[in-house]
């Protein structure tokens, strides 16, 4: 065979795939994420650490193989809204496809994610287990797969809701099924607050609530519905005779189908065409007189929804910071693996800056998850905003700079990259776009419940008792905390500066991680464990707060000694990162 021939043989084929860069599957990705079970003990009790170390290395296992597999293929084969049967009955069903079913399987049923919090028997564990424990396995499973954890959130939080504002006949109606493990009997929740009318303004939702005896039926409209063929539904809607606004509106429970097992008076009129998570199925529906009951009081309808978007938006925080782990481990794989100009990309400088990147919004977003699960009360309701707001705008750039790592196959969907992408947006609108987020943030949580005051100080006593900390260091990042908490507090005082409150916001998420990964990598470092993020805090401090000294490249000369201790698996001494904090 002549030359020219064999280069288009299959064999020759073959021989160039291997020049190109795999991807992560096959991976535990609990098992490769040093990073989580070295602050899990920080965060978590010894034996709850012990307990469910199996289990997350189980997801992780899974996440890698099993779950990657089912997710790209729910990915390629969308829900199917079918408006009639065979008759021609009015009896609209949604068709998914069996990998849609499997992670249903994996998700609710060997998992028990939507569960765990609320009943004991789930991964073996006698007692609910705390909210910390569900977030770190919805960070391991985003890493697979991102719109099945809104039905397996909705669920977990609506649940929530009716415990605590359902009447005894409810409770006992649902709540069982809707901690179910069994796919067959388990009542999968959704949440309809959208209306064409309304947006992010939910006050000025007009769904109409008439009474009918012991409960009400629905009139109107949902304009964005997820998870929207779910067997029970948790929505806002207005009374007939309320007020406007959002001091007017109720909270229901909305079953699909009524004790006689017939359909409940509502229509799902069509599915959204979604940019991203593109498996789970979010549709429209008009209401015809839908049977629903009342949860708690007619006029605190907006503040009890408030209590499941909380949640929502740190489900939110867990899923923005498993996304961005995956990205990042996917672009450490192609770099590695990549080789271009006689080396492999990792080698390169610039690229070695790129990745660093991508890590310092990861690992940042890793710790804001663990803090705020742990987080009591008064400083989680800032917490919760900033984090939503800044994680989830994070995660599209590390989403695309992980596609830009891979390069040319980063942007074509036989790898996974261009979900990533197409995923990463929705952070941004569910739960409070990123000017709702910050608003809430400024005006209502500095603002009105001072909430700044129970973090600033947590934060001051962690920077306190930070062991090692070169005192330095310790002064400037007590200056960056200082100064975020004093200008969010100016912001919030002065309403006419609204334009200021997204910056206030992004402030102060910056200088909570700053502190939290100097607080990290002190203690693991004096304990004889890595050190490596009292060195991601300063990269925050001096780029994501743009406190470093003037940029010189003597003063940045400390940047390439951490890049290459960062980028390499090797646990970093508390003397060698101290040494290079005070460079």
Same mark, same amino acid.
């Given at each position: 065979?002549?030359?020219?021939?064999?280069?288009?043989?299959?064999?020759?084929?073959?021989?160039?795939?291997?020049?190109?860069?795999?991807?992560?599957?096959?991976?535990?990705?609990?098992?490769?994420?040093?990073?989580?079970?070295?602050?899990?003990?920080?965060?978590?009790?010894?034996?709850?650490?012990?307990?469910?170390?199996?289990?997350?290395?189980?997801?992780?296992?899974?996440?890698?193989?099993?779950?990657?597999?089912?997710?790209?293929?729910?990915?390629?084969?969308?829900?199917?809204?079918?408006?009639?049967?065979?008759?021609?009955?009015?009896?609209?069903?949604?068709?998914?496809?069996?990998?849609?079913?499997?992670?249903?399987?994996?998700?609710?049923?060997?998992?028990?994610?939507?569960?765990?919090?609320?009943?004991?028997?789930?991964?073996?564990?006698?007692?609910?287990?705390?909210?910390?424990?569900?977030?770190?396995?919805?960070?391991?499973?985003?890493?697979?797969?991102?719109?099945?954890?809104?039905?397996?959130?909705?669920?977990?939080?609506?649940?929530?809701?009716?415990?605590?504002?359902?009447?005894?006949?409810?409770?006992?109606?649902?709540?069982?099924?809707?901690?179910?493990?069994?796919?067959?009997?388990?009542?999968?929740?959704?949440?309809?607050?959208?209306?064409?009318?309304?947006?992010?303004?939910?006050?000025?939702?007009?769904?109409?609530?008439?009474?009918?005896?012991?409960?009400?039926?629905?009139?109107?409209?949902?304009?964005?519905?997820?998870?929207?063929?779910?067997?029970?539904?948790?929505?806002?809607?207005?009374?007939?005779?309320?007020?406007?606004?959002?001091?007017?509106?109720?909270?229901?429970?909305?079953?699909?189908?009524?004790?006689?097992?017939?359909?409940?008076?509502?229509?799902?009129?069509?599915?959204?065409?979604?940019?991203?998570?593109?498996?789970?199925?979010?549709?429209?529906?008009?209401?015809?007189?839908?049977?629903?009951?009342?949860?708690?009081?007619?006029?605190?309808?907006?503040?009890?929804?408030?209590?499941?978007?909380?949640?929502?938006?740190?489900?939110?925080?867990?899923?923005?910071?498993?996304?961005?782990?995956?990205?990042?481990?996917?672009?450490?794989?192609?770099?590695?693996?990549?080789?271009?100009?006689?080396?492999?990309?990792?080698?390169?400088?610039?690229?070695?800056?790129?990745?660093?990147?991508?890590?310092?919004?990861?690992?940042?977003?890793?710790?804001?998850?663990?803090?705020?699960? !742990? &987080?009591?009360? @008064?400083?989680? %309701?800032?917490?919760?905003?900033?984090?939503?707001?800044? $994680?989830? *705008? #994070?995660?599209? =750039?590390?989403?695309?700079?992980?596609?830009?790592?891979?390069?040319?196959?980063?942007?074509?969907?036989?790898?996974?990259?261009?979900?990533?992408?197409?995923?990463?947006?929705?952070?941004?609108?569910?739960?409070?776009?990123?000017?709702? !987020? &910050?608003?809430? @943030?400024?005006? %209502?949580?500095?603002?009105?419940?001072?909430?700044?005051? $129970?973090? *600033? #100080?947590?934060? =001051?006593?962690?920077?306190?008792?930070?062991?090692?900390?070169?005192?330095?260091?310790?002064?400037?990042?007590?200056?960056?905390?200082?100064?975020?908490?004093?200008?969010?507090?100016?912001?919030?005082?002065?309403?006419?500066?609204?334009?200021?409150?997204?910056? @206030?916001?992004?402030?102060?998420?910056?200088?909570?991680?700053?502190?939290?990964?100097?607080?990290?990598?002190?203690?693991?470092?004096?304990?004889?464990?890595?050190?490596?993020?009292?060195?991601?805090?300063?990269?925050?401090?001096?780029?994501?707060?743009?406190?470093?000294?003037?940029?010189?490249?003597?003063?940045?000369?400390?940047?390439?000694?951490?890049?290459?201790?960062?980028?390499?698996?090797?646990?970093?001494?508390?003397?060698?990162?101290?040494?290079?904090?005070?460079?």
């Amino acid at each position: 065979m002549n030359a020219p021939v064999a280069l288009t043989s299959r064999a020759a084929s073959s021989r160039r795939a291997e020049a190109i860069a795999p991807t992560t599957r096959g991976l535990n990705y609990y098992d490769i994420d040093a990073s989580l079970r070295a602050l899990l003990p920080l965060y978590m009790a010894p034996d709850l650490t012990a307990q469910l170390a199996p289990h997350l290395s189980a997801l992780g296992a899974c996440a890698g193989t099993e779950l990657y597999d089912l997710a790209d293929t729910a990915d390629r084969h969308e829900p199917v809204l079918h408006h009639r049967d065979a008759f021609g009955r009015d009896e609209e069903w949604i068709e998914f496809h069996p990998a849609y079913r499997e992670m249903e399987k994996i998700a609710f049923g060997r998992f028990g994610l939507h569960a765990m919090c609320h009943r004991g028997d789930v991964l073996g564990s006698p007692e609910p287990l705390p909210p910390l424990a569900k977030y770190v396995f919805h960070y391991l499973f985003s890493q697979a797969e991102f719109g099945l954890l809104c039905p397996v959130n909705l669920t977990d939080s609506s649940s929530e809701l009716v415990r605590r504002f359902g009447d005894e006949a409810l409770k006992a109606r649902y709540l069982d099924r809707m901690w179910s493990q069994d796919v067959g009997t388990l009542h999968r929740c959704a949440q309809f607050m959208t209306e064409k009318t309304g947006g992010s303004d939910v006050g000025a939702g007009d769904l109409k609530a008439v009474r009918d005896g012991d409960h009400w039926r629905l009139w109107g409209e949902k304009w964005f519905c997820s998870n929207v063929d779910a067997e029970l539904a948790v929505l806002l809607a207005r009374p007939e005779g309320a007020p406007a606004g959002g001091r007017g509106l109720g909270l229901f429970l909305m079953p699909k189908t009524l004790e006689d097992g017939s359909r409940n008076d509502y229509r799902i009129v069509r599915l959204k065409p979604k940019l991203g998570s593109r498996s789970m199925a979010s549709g429209e529906i008009v209401f015809q007189g839908a049977r629903a009951y009342q949860l708690g009081a007619l006029d605190q309808g907006l503040k009890q929804m408030l209590v499941m978007v909380n949640s929502s938006r740190l489900s939110h925080l867990a899923r923005a910071a498993g996304m961005m782990r995956r990205c990042l481990n996917e672009a450490l794989q192609a770099s590695r693996y990549r080789d271009a100009f006689g080396q492999a990309i990792i080698r390169h400088p610039l690229m070695r800056r790129q990745l660093l990147k991508l890590m310092v919004p990861t690992e940042q977003a890793l710790s804001a998850l663990l803090h705020a699960a !742990n &987080a009591p009360e @008064a400083a989680l %309701r800032l917490i919760t905003p900033i984090a939503k707001y800044r $994680a989830c *705008r #994070d995660n599209v =750039a590390v989403a695309t700079g992980a596609m830009e790592a891979r390069g040319g196959n980063g942007y074509i969907e036989d790898w996974p990259n261009a979900r990533f992408v197409r995923d990463a947006h929705l952070g941004l609108i569910w739960e409070g776009t990123s000017n709702i !987020n &910050a608003l809430d @943030a400024v005006q %209502r949580a500095v603002g009105k419940a001072k909430a700044h005051e $129970a973090l *600033r #100080d947590d934060l =001051a006593d962690r920077i306190k008792d930070a062991p090692g900390l070169p005192g330095q260091y310790r002064t400037q990042l007590e200056g960056a905390v200082d100064d975020a908490f004093r200008f969010a507090a100016e912001v919030a005082a002065h309403p006419e500066h609204e334009r200021f409150c997204r910056a @206030a916001a992004g402030n102060l998420y910056h200088a909570t991680t700053a502190a939290l990964l100097a607080a990290e990598g002190t203690r693991l470092g004096t304990a004889g464990g890595d050190a490596r993020r009292l060195l991601l805090s300063r990269f925050v401090l001096e780029h994501r707060l743009n406190r470093g000294s003037a940029r010189t490249l003597d003063a940045m000369n400390w940047e390439n000694a951490s890049i290459d201790l960062l980028l390499d698996d090797a646990p970093v001494s508390l003397d060698r990162a101290t040494a290079l904090m005070q460079e």
